[in-house]
């Protein structure tokens, strides 16, 4: 049973690139004991604030947030960082090599309910001589240097990938260490589960809905099979189960908000996640494009999301 330490401190990763990995992942460690705590440290509901996106913060959200930001912030390594819960790039050292951008709490909605959430990371290599701004951010998804998360459930897991597959940690709580448990993911071809919100139906484009209405048809419909659904409402959760056992993720465009490509953010949850998908095999697109090859515009894009089994993701494409 090999540590994380261990798997870093072997491979031929730059040091550099380590020592960001090891800070994220145990700053994680400490957030899964903050969460563990839950209500006994009155750390549960609203900070009384909202995000960039006009959405209600959470205490947790905020908390998660102040972590990363102050242990990365102190790391030399770090060029900058962009989340979630942050207007703005925060700048760190003008002369750092990284730049790392990262939704500290997905799914905070299940914290009150004591339900899955984690945090999702995405890195990038991007020396520069001047202090960073968000356009040295605006690099896509295929040039991720390594994109993960730490799933907060009934144990804690850490899944990211160099490029190089996607591997899977389970947390030994006792050691504070994460320990290999899974060295490699593959993900199946073709799906028998979906995850949709099912209740946006009627505001998604007339394909969207044709592709879920064969979905619903099972065996009597023009698909000849029963499918099942599951929705974690927090993507993490929803990407690690595809990751365990397959099956499609969307979250597609819908005119509730004609003016918002879709829901989900481009730089912190669609670009680490399409690259864990693709790297096990499987497919991340959009409506109309691959996730990893969309030139950003802005930090808090946002992207119509379609991820999982290669062949249903083609299949829903072909709607
Ligand atoms: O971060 C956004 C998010 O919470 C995702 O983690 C999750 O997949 C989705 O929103 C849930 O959306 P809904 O509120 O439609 O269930
Ligand atoms: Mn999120």
């Known amino acids: ?37 839950g209500s006994l440290a009155g750390i549960l509901g609203m900070a009384g604030n909202e995000n960039v996106q006009g959405e209600e913060q959470k205490k947790l959200d905020v ?9 990365l912030l102190a790391l ?19 002369d750092g090599e990284y730049l790392i951008a990262f939704d500290p709490l997905d799914g905070s909605s299940n914290i009150d309910i004591n339900s899955m959430v984690g945090t ?7 020396k ?43 947390l030994d709580v006792d050691k504070s260490e994460f320990i290999l448990t899974q060295a490699s993911v593959t993900l199946a071809k073709e799906a028998q589960e979906f995850a949709l919100n099912m209740s946006n139906q009627r505001f998604w484009s007339d394909n969207m809905q044709n592709y879920a209405r064969d979905l619903i048809a099972g065996k009597e419909g023009p698909r000849q ?25 969307i979250y597609p465009w819908d005119k509730k908000d004609p003016t918002k490509p879709g829901k989900l953010r481009l730089m912190y949850e669609a670009n680490p996640m399409a690259m864990l998908i693709e790297q096990s095999g499987g497919k991340a697109y959009t409506h109309t494009h691959r996730i990893l090859d969309i030139q950003p515009t802005g930090i808090h894009q946002r ?17």
Not at 136 to 164: C, E, H, K, R, W
Not at 303 to 319: F, M, R
């Open 225 to 249: 099979k029963n499918f099942n659904m599951r929705w974690v409402a927090a993507m993490v959760g929803d990407v690690h189960r595809i990751l365990c056992r397959g099956g499609i993720f």
């Open 76 to 94: 030399p390594e770090v060029r900058a960082i962009a989340s979630e819960e942050e207007d703005d790039i925060v700048p760190a050292h003008t």
């Open 63 to 71: 908390i998660s947030n102040d972590m990363l930001k102050d242990a």
């Open 1 to 37: 049973m090999q540590s994380l330490s261990n798997v870093l401190a072997s491979s031929s990763l730059p040091t550099s690139l380590q020592n960001v990995l090891t800070t994220t992942t145990q700053t994680c460690i400490d957030i899964s004991s903050t969460l563990k705590k």
């Open 120 to 126: 999702i990371f995405s890195i990038y290599s991007k």
């Open 128 to 170: 520069g001589d001047k202090p960073a701004t968000e356009a040295d951010f605006l690099i896509s998804g295929n040039q991720q240097v390594a994109a993960g998360y730490v799933l907060y459930g009934p144990s804690t897991m850490l899944v990211f990938s160099t490029g190089n597959g996607v591997a899977m940690y389970t």
């Open 303 to 319: 992207v119509a999301v379609i991820l999982g089994a290669a062949n249903e993701v083609d299949k829903c494409l072909s709607y």
